[in-house]
């Protein structure tokens, strides 16, 4: 047994449909652009035949379960909801080809990946890191995973009703590049692990939520998240 100077976390973790058992959770990557509306919205546009999927990544102690109160986060005047369909590894691969990634999968989930917008986008106009953007503490919000072993996502509505009003609305299928794709592209540059998240982008009507504000997602077929926004402390 390994001997600590003081007590570790305990690894970061996600609920399972059909199970008391818990995920443990790995990295979390998220995608940055994936929905051509929402890179629209971003002042970009993407062409699949000459672009490459990019990628930041958040500490996996920013994970937040679904039903969770969370605190407006400092040093923002811009806290964005971003709903996202999430995916989870239940094996790992390496430089694996597009044909054998969907042997990776676990399962899916509902997540929101909440981001200081205004800071973000101040750090990418000077060419900086995005982290003080997006690597926020609660950030990263995930419902129960749906085990579904080797399964492929096609289509499917992806909601998120803050307040109970739609902000967000679009398909799986608007997807720029698929799970399958995203699994074997970043199997190039790692290690891919069980436990290994990925936040699949977020689709168009991104904007600012307010303490106080529910926020309820769902991706079609695989479940719910939910958040609540406290004032801030
Ligand atoms: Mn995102």
Redesign the pocket.
Known sequence: MTRYLWTPTEPASLAVHGTAERLPVHRLF???R?YHAHAQEMGVTIDKATAQPFYFTKSPVHLLDSGATQPYPPETQNYHH?M?LVVVLGRGGFQVPLQRAPELIYGYAAGL?M?RRDVQLRLRDKGHPWCLG?DVEGSAVCGAVRPMPGQVLQQGEIVLEVNGAVRQRADLSQLIWSVPELIADLSRYYHLQPGDVI?T??PEG?GPVQPGDRLQGRVAGIGEVDLTIAAPA
Do not use: A
């Open positions: 998220f995608v940055g994936n971003e996202e990946d981001t997006k936040y982008g977020t991104v």
